[in-house]
């Protein structure tokens, strides 16, 4: 088998003019030539190797989802992995070909420039051995990420996961909506799952005796700690720094809500930012430079999405104020370029998703279809997961906010209060 | 639906009842003192019927007792509600709450959980929230009233734990309330002497 396979990497490599055999690094991007406004076409070859047949569809289905490439997964019999027919694949309509060999231990990418008719990069990765076990499956997805960013400049979101809430439980899926299982045992009632940074930590409420309780799981351990020292009062919506230092989360006994700063590690006692007068501060989210917050706020009498600094100064109404009954916006999320504060806004009665942008305050309006609310931004600042009851059940979505596309995440149980990974493969 | 609670005058004639009965078990029905031939037998019906009297006026008080208790427990978990978005208390909420407070003052041993809840529209994270306020206004209520806040704690549950499904007025109406646990001293419930 091995002899097998070393003749076909030799194959590949005889068939890459060496002239071309580029290796991508960090900030060295070589970009393809395709019509802007449009998106490039690109083939998937057949993958050589155990495991090929699955890593060709978890690719295939990862650039597909990306919203920015065509993926043409209808090319007949003439085309194997080994040898790049330049004209063929054109003639297709394929601005890039991907190709991949696999071994026990390894992937080799290449990714093709179909106009230049050359290999455009190459990269290598390490395979854990199990085929199809969750760690194999994120370096594919890792390699779909780095294949989609060395075809359109953007990287991919396929190597995350989300977290999010079903039955009592916080679950966790990929993308593909692949190994979806619970990391907290049964009880608790855990609400609100949000990620550190790194992916190795999620922070959560939880019901307690006397009150609700903030706490941190390390999901290699499975180990869980309680954050708040009280056992009284409501402890909610916590969400991480995007350093991954602190959490900032919402507290309240007998007088409204406002929002608190925490270390998330140490054990300095947690200093208040909003200073709500009795009215409810909530549901805080980072800016990504860690400097402000957007949140939640019922101080005008219906619940709105403000901004304050994280020294609590300067709080500022961000949704565009409107007279007249019926209004209520919540769950505000902060794009990772900073761009967008997404939220969830009561239209003719129904929540729908909007989104506000930071520079010049236009609001979008995302969803129609039945009600939608919790949108979380993924890394890439333009796909967006969130729930929606359009099937008759909560399940979570997934959206590209550029052109409109909806895909359905979840199935079975339902399914809400979800919350986007960072990237969990190595860039 | 507002009407004046009807278990303080309840509890004062029980109370009554039963200072005015003895507490011991009533006597059996004496025998016969002699075996005499001459013995009296209307006179010894008449000691079996005072004692059974006796013993179903006992069991009377027993039973109103136990009937009061059980008014007294019934009116501490009796649940308050809401309208949408809001957490004032209304004048129903106020008669249920007011209709509290002597049995607290009567029971120095108990302790109560407000537990705070909404329906199920909205987001899920600001009704916990809105449930932690609709909690704290009965709280501030029973405390304005003179209950020491130390005996009260409270807990949102938001849209977590309906009471009823489904997208109706009726089913939102039910969900929108404070629910009242006896987590302390609920035994032997004392009824409030005013």
């Known amino acids: ?181 619970p990391v907290t045992q049964k009880g608790g009632g855990p609400l609100s799952p949000q990620w550190h940074p790194t992916g190795r930590f999620l922070t959560y409420s939880f019901f307690a005796p006397r009150g609700t309780q903030i706490a941190v799981v390390d999901l290699t351990s499975g180990g869980a700690r309680a954050l708040t020292a009280t056992p009284t009062g409501l402890n909610s919506t916590p969400t991480f720094s995007p350093d991954g230092n602190s959490i900032v989360y919402t507290h309240g006994e007998e007088n409204g809500t406002d929002l608190y700063l925490v270390p998330a590690f140490g054990s300095d006692p947690a200093r208040r930012i909003t200073v709500g007068h009795g009215t409810d501060n909530t549901q805080p989210t980072f800016s990504p430079d860690g400097r402000r917050l957007a949140f939640t706020s019922g101080r005008s009498g219906h619940p709105e999405v403000y901004i304050t600094n994280v020294d609590g100064t300067e709080p500022d109404l961000l949704t565009p104020f409107q007279f007249g009954d019926d209004i209520y916006r919540a769950s505000p999320n902060w794009s990772p370029d900073g761009r967008l504060v997404a939220f969830e806004s009561r239209v003719n009665g129904r929540f729908q998703i909007e989104t506000i942008a930071l520079r010049d305050r236009s609001v979008k309006q995302l969803t129609s279809d039945g009600i939608n609310e919790d949108p979380k931004w993924a890394p890439d600042s333009r796909h967006l997961v969130f729930t929606s009851n359009r099937t008759g059940v909560r399940q979570l979505f997934i959206l590209d906010s550029e052109s409109g596309r909806t895909r359905q995440l979840t199935f079975g149980g339902p399914a809400r209060l979800s919350a986007w990974s960072r990237s969990l493969g190595s860039p | 639906m507002s009407r004046r609670s009807r278990v303080a005058p309840l509890l004062i004639l029980a109370g009554a009842a039963v200072a005015a009965c003895a507490k011991t078990p009533p006597a059996p029905a004496p025998a016969p003192a002699q075996a005499a031939p001459s013995v009296d037998s209307s006179r010894m019906r008449d000691s079996l019927a005072n004692a059974k009297r006796m013993a179903d006026s006992a069991s009377a008080e027993r039973d109103r007792l136990a009937s009061a208790m059980a008014a007294a427990r019934s009116a501490l978990v009796a649940k308050i509600f809401f309208d949408y978005d809001k957490s004032d208390i209304t004048d129903q909420g106020k008669a249920i709450l007011d209709a509290k407070v002597p049995i607290l003052n009567a029971n120095p041993g108990i302790r109560i959980r407000v537990e705070g809840n909404c329906d199920r529209r909205g987001s899920d994270e600001y009704n916990l929230a809105l449930g932690q306020r609709r909690g704290a206004a009965a709280k501030r209520y029973l405390t304005d009233h003179g209950i020491d806040a130390a005996r009260i704690d409270i807990i949102s549950y938001g849209a977590e734990r309906p009471v009823a499904e489904g997208d109706a007025e009726d089913a939102y109406s039910q969900n929108r309330r404070d629910e009242f646990v006896i987590v302390a001293g609920g035994d032997n419930l004392k009824v409030a002497a005013q």
């Open chain 1, 1 to 181: 088998m091995m002899a097998g396979l070393a003749l076909v990497a030799m194959a590949i490599a005889a068939a890459i003019p060496a002239a071309a055999q580029d290796t991508s690094r960090t900030g060295v991007h070589i970009g393809l030539n395709y019509q802007p406004g449009t998106k490039p076409g690109v083939i998937v070859l057949p993958i050589v190797g155990v495991g090929g047949d699955t890593a060709h569809a978890m690719i295939q289905r990862d650039l597909d989802y990306a919203d920015a490439m065509n993926v043409i997964s209808d090319i007949g019999p003439g085309l194997d992995g080994v040898t790049v027919n330049y004209a063929l694949v054109q003639k297709l309509g394929a601005a890039a070909v991907v190709q991949a060999l696999l071994t026990p231990s390894s992937l080799h990418v290449i990714v093709h420039d179909v106009g230049k008719r050359r290999v455009l990069m190459t990269r290598d990765y390490s395979l854990p051995a199990t085929v199809g076990a969750a760690d194999w499956r994120m370096v594919i997805h890792d390699a779909a990420d780095w294949i989609q960013q060395a075809i359109t400049g953007s990287r991919g979101v396929a190597a995350t996961r989300i977290a999010f809430i079903r039955d009592g439980q916080i679950y966790i899926t990929d993308t593909d909506g692949a190994d979806t299982r």
